[in-house]
C-alpha cells in the first residue's frame, strides 16, 4: 500500500489526516486520488467503506480556491444521512485549508438551508430531490462547479432518482470534472458515464474474502481510554509467545512501545520514520524472540513474513476491510492456529459490522479483561512451570529443606508461597495515551433502509411499490421527495 505523502498531497490536508489517524491509502485511495488531481473523470466501483469519501474529497478540496466563496465541489449522494456524514468528512480532511462544506437534504426547513447557502460554502454534499428544488428555485449557485461526484450511484438508481440525476448533470457546467462511484455498474449508471463523463478512468477494487479456518477472531468493546489497560490485562491472560500489536499512526506506534516497556513487557516498535537498519534489528529480535511483542503500523508490517506470530491485536481497528485482513493474516500460518482480537469503541462498532459482511466472517464479542483476569492468568504460568518441575524428578537435592519446612508450616501455605514467589507482578505504571478520533463509517444499504422507513414520513408519497416515483407530475413529486 502507499502512504499519503506519496500522493503528492498538500502539507495541510496531510496534516489533517494524520489527525483523523490516517497514514496509508486504501487501494480505492491510492488509484483515484492522482486521477483526481489530474482533473480526470473518474468510474469507480467499490464498496462502502473502502474509504471513498476521501478518494473523491482530497482531489476536490485540493482545487478549491479558498477566498471564493463559491460553491465549487458538488457531491450528490442518495440518503440525508449519507449527506451528512460525507460533508462532516470533507469538513475533517479541508480543515487546515479553510474549507467550508454544507449538507443538504430533505426534513430541513428550506428557508434555513437557504440561508446557510448564502454564506458561501465552498463544497455542497446534496440529496438529490432537495438539490433539484434549490436549482429549480435558483437559491444555488452552481455556475462555478469545478467538481461534481456522484455517491452510490446505483442507490440513488434503486431508489428512483436516476432521472434527477441526469437533469442535475445537465445543469451543472459543462467543463468540469465528474467522479461516479458505485457497488455494482447496471446499465443505467453505464449509460450515464458514457454519455456524461468524459474519457472516464475505471478504478476497481474488489473486496477480499478472508479465509479463517486457522484464526480465531474475537473484539472487545472498549472506550478510548480503558483501552491500553485492556490490552496489558489481556497480554497477561495469553501469554503469547509472539504477539504483533497494530496502531493506526506512528506516534501511537511509539506510545504504546513506550507505555508496555514501562508495564514490564518486551517490545519493540516499527514505523515509516525508523532507518531500514534500525527496522532490521527490531525483525530480527522478533523472530529470534528476544522481544514477545512488536508493535506495527500497516506501513512498517507490509510484507512481514513471521511465520510463528500466535496473537495479532488491533489496538486501533484498520479504515478499511483491507487492511484487516491484511493484519490478521499475520497469524495462523503454516498450519498453526492463530488469535486475532480488535479493540473496538463503541462509535466504531459499525465499522466492525462492515468488516463482517465484506469479509464474509463473524468476529465474536469477549469480555473486558480485568486485572483480576489477568493475576490468575499469571498465576496458572507459574503453575505450569511449577508441575513441570515436579515432573521432573530432578528434585532430590531440595527434599530435605522441604521436610523441614513441613515441620513448621502446613502444606498448601508452602505451595501458595511458592507459586507467589513464581507469579509474575505485573507493574501497574500509570500510562496515559493521546487519543485517536473512532472511525465513522455509513450504514449498510440495509440499515440505511431502516432508516429511511423510520425517519422519512414522505416515503411513500415518493414512491411507488417498486421504488419508482408516484404519479405522472415530474416537477410536482421531485419537489415532495425532496421535502
Known amino acids: 500500500m502507499t502512504t499519503f505523502q506519496e500522493l503528492n498531497i498538500s502539507a495541510p490536508i496531510l496534516k489533517a489526516l494524520s489527525n483523523m489517524g490516517f497514514e496509508e491509502a486504501t487501494p480505492i485511495q491510492e488509484q483515484t ?61 479541508g480543515k487546515f485549508k479553510g474549507i467550508r462544506s454544507l449538507p443538504i437534504y430533505g426534513g430541513q426547513q428550506m428557508q434555513r438551508q437557504i440561508r446557510s447557502l448564502k454564506e458561501g460554502p465552498h463544497i455542497v454534499v446534496a440529496t438529490p430531490g432537495r438539490l433539484l428544488d434549490h436549482m429549480r428555485r435558483k437559491t444555488i449557485n452552481i455556475s462555478d462547479v469545478k467538481t461534481i461526484v456522484l455517491d452510490e450511484a446505483d442507490e440513488m438508481l434503486n431508489m428512483g432518482f436516476i432521472d434527477d440525476i441526469r437533469e442535475i448533470l445537465k445543469m451543472i457546467p459543462h467543463e468540469r470534472q465528474t467522479l461516479l462511484f458505485s457497488a455494482t455498474m447496471p446499465k443505467e449508471i453505464r449509460q450515464i458515464a458514457s454519455t456524461m463523463m468524459r474519457e472516464p478512468k475505471e478504478v476497481k477494487v474488489k473486496s477480499k474474502q478472508l479465509s479463517v479456518e486457522n484464526i480465531e477472531q474475537r473484539f472487545i468493546e472498549v472506550h478510548e481510554k480503558q483501552k491500553f489497560d485492556a490490552l496489558t490485562n489481556l497480554l497477561d491472560i495469553h501469554v503469547p509467545e509472539l504477539a504483533i500489536i497494530f496502531g493506526r499512526t506512528k506516534k501511537r506506534v ?13 517490545a519493540e516498535g516499527i514505523h515509516g520514520d525508523l532507518t531500514q537498519g ?50 490478521i493474516g499475520r497469524t495462523g500460518r503454516a498450519g498453526k492456529t492463530g488469535v486475532a482480537i480488535s479493540f473496538i469503541t463503541p462509535r466504531e462498532m459499525p465499522h466492525l459490522k462492515l468488516i463482517e459482511k465484506v469479509t464474509n466472517a463473524k468476529v465474536k464479542r469477549m469480555d473486558m479483561p480485568t486485572l ?30 522441604a521436610a523441614a519446612l513441613l515441620e513448621e508450616y502446613d502444606s498448601v501455605t508452602i ?62 413529486n421531485n419537489k415532495r421527495a425532496s421535502k
Open 372 to 401: 483480576a483476569d489477568a493475576k490468575r492468568g499469571q498465576q496458572k504460568i507459574a503453575l505450569k512451570k511449577l508441575t513441570r518441575a515436579i515432573e521432573s524428578q530432578d528434585l532430590d537435592d531440595y527434599r530435605e529443606e
Open 278 to 327: 534500525k527496522r532490521m534489528s527490531v525483525l530480527n529480535k522478533f523472530k529470534n524472540g528476544r522481544i514477545e511483542i512488536l508493535v506495527a503500523t500497516d506501513v512498517a508490517a507490509r510484507g512481514l513474513d513471521i511465520s510463528n506470530v500466535t496473537h495479532v491485536y488491533n489496538f486501533d481497528i484498520p479504515q478499511d476491510p483491507e487492511s484487516y485482513v491484511h493484519r
Open 254 to 266: 511509539d506510545e504504546l512501545t513506550d507505555g508496555l516497556q514501562a508495564r514490564g513487557f518486551r
Open 415 to 476: 505451595v501458595a508461597a511458592t507459586l507467589k514467589m513464581m507469579t509474575k507482578e505485573r507493574r501497574q505504571t500509570p500510562v496515559t495515551l493521546s487519543s485517536v478520533q473512532p472511525l465513522s463509517v455509513k450504514r449498510s444499504k440495509d440499515n440505511r433502509k431502516n432508516f429511511r422507513g423510520k425517519n422519512d414520513s414522505n416515503k411513500k408519497r415518493q414512491f411507488g411499490r417498486k421504488g419508482k416515483p408516484a404519479g405522472r407530475n415530474r416537477k410536482f
Open 33 to 93: 486520488i492522482p486521477l483526481g488531481l489530474k482533473g480526470e473523470d473518474v468510474i469507480g466501483q467499490a464498496q462502502t467503506g473502502t474509504g471513498k469519501t476521501a478518494a473523491f474529497g482530497i482531489p476536490m478540496i485540493e482545487q478549491i480556491e479558498k477566498k471564493q466563496r463559491k460553491i465549487q465541489g458538488l457531491v450528490v449522494a442518495p440518503t440525508r444521512e449519507l449527506a451528512i456524514q460525507v460533508s462532516e468528512e470533507i469538513h475533517r480532511i
